[in-house]
């Protein structure tokens, strides 16, 4: 097979490229071959403060790195405003394309990043990790097991931490014309996504918001809600905020089995992770006590999952490059259901709260 | 002070009447005295299945007991459709009154039990057995720490249970004439009360149904939920259901803190019980790990949770009987917020999911 390492751009000096740099070092199928950003400058000072090895081109445009024919694929974590223009343009450059979350402003724009990822054969993936930590194939196994879980009847998820007054003023996530989506976008996107993980990624037939979401000044979402209704009567809820304190739930209740999880998106350690299982839970005959009692599954890694991701997609699209592989649609597709339900979320709030129909 | 061992009668043979009829036998202050049901053959056979002692009167009728100048107090699992008539008349004969929930079918006929218990100076309180497990101070503890939990935003409860087709079609809590609420009154009652506590017995402003609700032939709920407002911006999420894996969890996310437990109703094991409290939970600096993650808090009790239950109620009885106490009036108040908020989820249900405001 030959030489099957992706060779990954990253354009964009956020925070969170940190860690997915740590991820592409430490991914046995990827290398960092250079760093792009709006200055040289900052490119530079990124790389150092990150040890990036000296192979490691810098860049001082995202162009010029997007021109660098070395690079495969691009890891994208500029501000979600940005990433349609980017993430089209990585693509029209055949660069596969890695892309942070939310994945658009709205499915507008994100149908055109997929329509220009499929018309140039590129793989896509958006950069949300859990999916790829081995325990979530172990929920995902608990969930799809009729015996022991059922039918999905009602799930919950939340995700919530307490931002500091620096980021409740400057932060991207809190800037209009930089991630207008705020809080739904930055974090109620992972209760969409662990809903319809849960829901066998089935979208839901109606989505109305709840109300009392918390805006700025500005109008970017600080805090609110969601209820999602299927046409078989399964319900789900989720809260996000960035007012209260670091919280991270899953629960899915089925008509055999209920999953609990509390660390979803990110599990407390980085090298085991559990969740709590329950199946065909009852009471004793006095009612004093639970029999049987729901049981606790620990999942154990070397690689953190962000590690998995990389891995993943690295593996997708060596398929494509080496082996005339073609890209796997699975990521797009649920990515786009997410951003289906991001947008009802918001279109519900700015219609007085009214039952958003989901339409494909 | 001489004798302060209140003598218990029981009107009613309810299969939960077993549990209760034990936990007055533990309570160190307490004594069943008498048990009362429509038919003298099904008070005995009562009485012997669970090993009465000979001391216990048999009544073949419910006023029977309630004429007995002995009784100091009665313990009513009756249907809810008869709570009001057996309890109005309970007070009038000036006995203390255990009362099982849902409370009434309605705050109307709630507010006519509690004026009879108020005029004739009785002791009222619910039967909601988890308000007294130690472990609930502890929680109550957390929720009212400023620096460990702060300020309540978001609530969630859920309760369900997989009821089977027998449950579904003869129990009484699938019958409009008995238990009009149905899933709601009985299940609905304990995530309503779960909200209500994490919310320090504030009442919410405004209450919304969730829409598709699980209604019988009959109209009884089989499963619903609700989001209740409150004016400070706090928000709750219950969902109740008969037809799910049993699934009993409360969590309380607050500014600084976060609080989860799974078996808020009956803990798993009958002589101790735990909950998950976090507190200015945070990621370490590369978002790879929790830093610090939430602790897990045990308390260990001798007595099951409805031992503590009779005892606290027997306490107030004696302090009125043997003190010249009055009766306490935190437990008929959060009883009475309770079913106010019953009776606006049922409103919103049969309104179109309507907001319906709560008027205290």
Same mark, same amino acid.
């Given at each position: 097979?030959g030489?099957?390492?992706?060779?990954?751009?990253i354009?964009g000096? $956020?925070?969170i490229?940190?860690?997915?740099? &740590? $991820?592409?070092?430490?991914?046995?199928?990827?290398?960092?071959? $250079?760093?792009?950003?709006?200055?040289?400058d900052k490119?530079? %000072?990124f790389a150092?403060?990150?040890?990036?090895?000296?192979?490691? %081109?810098v860049?001082?445009?995202?162009?010029a790195?997007?021109?660098? /024919?070395?690079? !495969?694929?691009?890891?994208?974590?500029?501000p979600t405003?940005?990433h349609?223009?980017?993430?089209?343009?990585?693509?029209?450059?055949?660069?596969?394309?890695l892309? @942070? %979350?939310?994945v658009?402003?709205?499915?507008a724009?994100?149908d055109?990043?997929?329509d220009?990822?499929e018309?140039?054969?590129?793989q896509?993936?958006?950069?949300?990790?859990?999916?790829?930590?081995?325990?979530?194939?172990?929920m995902a196994e608990?969930?799809? !097991? @009729?015996? &022991?879980f059922?039918? /999905?009847r009602?799930i919950?998820?939340?995700?919530?931490?307490?931002?500091?007054p620096?980021?409740?003023?400057?932060?991207? &996530?809190? %800037?209009?014309d930089l !991630?207008?989506l705020?809080?739904?976008g930055d974090?109620?996107?992972?209760?969409?996504r662990?809903?319809?993980?849960?829901? *066998?990624?089935e979208l839901?037939?109606?989505v109305i918001a709840l =109300?009392?979401p918390v805006? *700025?000044?500005?109008?970017?979402?600080?805090?609110?809600?969601?209820t999602?209704?299927?046409?078989?009567g399964?319900?789900? *809820?989720f809260?996000?905020?960035?007012l209260?304190?670091?919280?991270?739930?899953?629960?899915?209740?089925?008509t055999?089995?209920?999953?609990?999880?509390?660390? +979803?998106?990110?599990?407390?350690q980085e &090298? @085991?992770?559990s +969740?709590s299982?329950?199946s065909?839970?009852s009471?004793?005959?006095?009612v004093?006590?639970?029999?049987p009692?729901?049981s606790?599954?620990t999942?154990?890694?070397d690689l953190?999952?962000e590690?998995?991701?990389v891995?993943?997609?690295?593996?997708?699209?060596?398929?494509?490059? +080496? *082996?005339?592989?073609k /890209?796997?649609k699975?990521?797009?597709? #649920?990515s786009?259901k997410s951003?289906l339900?991001?947008?009802?979320? =918001?279109t519900? #709030?700015?219609?007085n709260f009214? /039952?958003?129909l989901?339409?494909?």
């Amino acid at each position: 097979m030959g030489e099957t390492i992706i060779r990954i751009g990253i354009i964009g000096c $956020a925070d969170i490229a940190r860690k997915v740099s &740590r $991820a592409i070092a430490l991914a046995p199928n990827a290398t960092l071959h $250079a760093v792009g950003s709006r200055s040289l400058d900052k490119a530079r %000072k990124f790389a150092a403060a990150n040890g990036f090895p000296p192979h490691v %081109k810098v860049y001082g445009s995202y162009e010029a790195l997007l021109d660098d /024919p070395v690079v !495969d694929a691009v890891y994208v974590p500029l501000p979600t405003s940005l990433h349609v223009h980017w993430a089209v343009l990585a693509a029209q450059k055949k660069k596969h394309l890695l892309l @942070e %979350k939310p994945v658009a402003l709205n499915t507008a724009e994100f149908d055109h990043i997929i329509d220009e990822c499929e018309s140039n054969g590129v793989q896509f993936m958006d950069c949300t990790m859990w999916m790829h930590h081995p325990r979530t194939a172990k929920m995902a196994e608990f969930l799809s !097991d @009729e015996q &022991r879980f059922g039918l /999905p009847r009602y799930i919950h998820a939340c995700f919530a931490f307490s931002a500091d007054p620096d980021f409740l003023k400057n932060d991207i &996530r809190v %800037k209009p014309d930089l !991630d207008a989506l705020g809080a739904l976008g930055d974090i109620g996107w992972y209760c969409v996504r662990a809903i319809l993980f849960a829901a *066998n990624y089935e979208l839901p037939k109606t989505v109305i918001a709840l =109300r009392q979401p918390v805006l *700025n000044e500005a109008g970017v979402i600080l805090a609110c809600g969601a209820t999602l209704y299927w046409e078989d009567g399964k319900v789900a *809820n989720f809260h996000c905020s960035f007012l209260s304190n670091l919280t991270i739930d899953l629960t899915a209740v089925g008509t055999k089995g209920t999953l609990h999880v509390h660390d +979803f998106t990110l599990p407390f350690q980085e &090298r @085991e992770a559990s +969740f709590s299982a329950g199946s065909e839970s009852s009471f004793d005959d006095l009612v004093t006590k639970w029999d049987p009692q729901p049981s606790r599954h620990t999942v154990n890694t070397d690689l953190p999952q962000e590690v998995h991701m990389v891995r993943e997609f690295s593996r997708l699209v060596g398929a494509i490059k +080496f *082996n005339n592989g073609k /890209p796997e649609k699975k990521w797009p597709t #649920i990515s786009r259901k997410s951003q289906l339900v991001l947008d009802a979320v =918001r279109t519900s #709030i700015d219609s007085n709260f009214e /039952p958003i129909l989901i339409q494909e």
